[in-house]
C-alpha cells in the first residue's frame, strides 16, 4: 500500500488484470480515483464499477494497460502532443487523463478547449 491512492489503485487493477480476472475490489479509494475510473469507463476500459460495502467494486472492460504517470508533468496545450507519443501505442488508441483548471478531461478535449494542466493516468 502506498501513499497514492491513484496510482496503488490503478497498479491493483493492472495485477488483477494480468492475474486473469476480471473484476476486482479496491478497500482504499477516492472520489478522485472514482472520476479516473469515470473517463475509463467512457471509452469503454472499465465496464462498471460501483461503490459498495466492502469497497470499490471495478469490472474490466476492454483494459490493455492503465497507469499512472509519476512525477504528474504540468504540460503546455502545444506539449500535449509530445506525451500522446510517449505514453499511447499508436494515435486514436488510448486515452491520456489530464487534471486541469476545468476538472478532469481526456487529452482530445483538453485540445479542443485549447487547455493545459497535469497528466495523471493513461488507458489503453
Not at 467494486?57 to 508533468?73: H, S, T
Not at 510517449?86 to 487534471?99: E, F, T
Request: with cysteine; glycine share 10%.
Amino acid at each position: 500500500m502506498s501513499q497514492d491512492i491513484v496510482s496503488d489503485g490503478l497498479n491493483r487493477i493492472m495485477n488483477a488484470k494480468l492475474a486473469g480476472q476480471t473484476s476486482i475490489t479496491l478497500k482504499h479509494h477516492s472520489k478522485f480515483l472514482q472520476n479516473i475510473l469515470a473517463i475509463g469507463k467512457l471509452r469503454g476500459y472499465i465496464a462498471e464499477y460501483s461503490n459498495g460495502p466492502k469497497g470499490l467494486f471495478i469490472e474490466f472492460g476492454k483494459l490493455n494497460k492503465c497507469k499512472a504517470v509519476k512525477p504528474r508533468y504540468v504540460v503546455k496545450v502545444n506539449d500535449i502532443d509530445k506525451y500522446i507519443r510517449r505514453y499511447l501505442p499508436a494515435r486514436g488508441i488510448g486515452v491520456i487523463v489530464i487534471s486541469t483548471s476545468k476538472g478532469l478531461v481526456t487529452h482530445q478535449t483538453a485540445l479542443d478547449k485549447n487547455i493545459g494542466g497535469s497528466i495523471i493516468a493513461y488507458f489503453y
